[in-house]
């Protein structure tokens, strides 16, 4: 049993968004994914899905998508992603299927983990940040520390002898963009302990860069863009 991630699947089966049209890693994409899950994963595995799952624009257009994911094997763990404006209240969601768990404010348990995450935005740091960005930044922060309070709670916080925690962290913004500047993602990730970020929204060679990745001050920073993943979910742990 074990724990994969990837991200932005940007499905489309009822809206008119097809991927190929950027070439690369998104030709065939849907196929390339469907064979690489089910070659790998197992129905006792779980799946991170750190944002853009749907291009769909309202609640019924994404139903199609999520039945899709639902019939892949595994349970999967779905955050809101820019793109995902079909997201509606979680409670709602959660009542879809068994096998999908809509994350927000709290945690959701795999393999003696605890999976904390919320959306992210744009960071300090970024050429187009503003005011505006500054307070859904806040609020994006707040909502992270609700989820990983609620993990701690549960009993996933930090051990006392290795000083890191059984929390692995899920945002679609990368969680950074200037380490110079602010970085309150990262100070959050660190300050609990955590031991792995997942994260997507960067597309393309030229973007891949910009986001942190590697080990830092003792987290573990992944890109799991479906792109740059070329279809295949990433294994965690």
Known sequence: MSIYAIADLHLSFSVEKPMDIYGGEWVNHIQRLKSNWESMITEEDTIIIPGDSSWALRYEEALPDLAWISDLPGKKVLIKGNHDLWWTSVSKLNQLYPNLYFLQNTFYEAEGFAICGTRGWICPGDDDFTQHDQKIYKRELGRLKLSLDAAVKAGFGKDGQEGRSRIIGVLHFPP?????KSAGFLDLFEEYGVIKVVYGHLHGKDAYGNGIKGIRNGVEYIL??????????????
């Open 224 to 237: 799991t863009s479906t792109d740059y993943l070329k279809c295949m979910p990433y294994r965690l742990l």
């Open 176 to 180: 950074v963009a200037d380490l110079s």
